[in-house]
């Protein structure tokens, strides 16, 4: 069973909104609030965050792309699109 817990906000870095996505370990991530499609890839450039909190090696195709090429629908990392992702990443987990 998959539970979607996640919280709104702000990024204290760049000011974009910002959703905390709570991982299985009770981690909160940082994500871009859309919702992007991927398909995976173990050697991919980029990671998603999938809706079970689980961190997926990937490439992503995008939003509103052909999902039915999609292994699945998740969230970019903020950290990955920040422009001020140093500053950020001071934030206590
Ligand atoms: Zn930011």
Not at 13 to 40: F, V
Not at 56 to 71: E, K, L
């Amino acid at each position: 069973m998959i539970i979607f817990r996640f919280s709104v906000g702000t990024c204290k870095g760049c000011g974009k909104p910002i959703i905390w996505i709570q991982t299985p370990a009770k981690k909160s991530m940082p994500c871009d609030p859309g919702e992007t499609a991927y398909r995976k890839n173990p050697k991919g450039k980029d990671s998603i965050l999938t809706r079970n909190g689980e961190v997926v090696r990937c490439d992503i195709i995008g939003a509103f792309q052909n999902y039915s090429d999609a292994d699945g629908i998740g969230y970019v990392p903020h950290w990955a699109t920040c422009p001020n992702a140093d500053q950020f990443r001071r934030r206590k987990a």
